[in-house]
């Protein structure tokens, strides 16, 4: 299997999740590779059984939050036929940043599988139950 994780970062801290996304699944014995969203083409995800979609979230809580580069994210190649997972990290509260992203990723023509808000406080924690939560996924 091969999965590649498409990641759209401004601190540092969603890239930081692609990167311990991609080793942990990795582990599993497939091949995953991280991708900044604006090195995405055709190719990147041509091959890939599994795309995984992951943002930081961006808004202020009383106001809302949304997941970021919902332009970048629309650009995407299209996914039709491809199982995707998301994630969106955060600092305070995700809001519905995560639900928003999963209508993104479907509206490129994903089958989108699952996903997960990943708190940028315990980033290794989240990542590991993330990826523990897939795992199932992943043998089908």
Known sequence: MKAVIIYNSLTGTTEKAAHRIASEVRALRIDATPVAIGDVDDETVADADLVIV???TDGIVI????????????????LDGKRAVVYCTYAVDPGQTLDKLVDLVAGLGADVI??????????????????DRLTPELAV
């Open 114 to 131: 699952g996903g997960f808000a990943l708190a940028r406080h315990q980033l290794n924690d989240d990542v590991s139950e993330f990826v």
């Open 54 to 56: 992951g943002t930081w």
């Open 63 to 78: 106001l809302g939050q949304k997941p970021a580069g919902a332009k970048k994210l629309r650009g995407l190649p299209r």
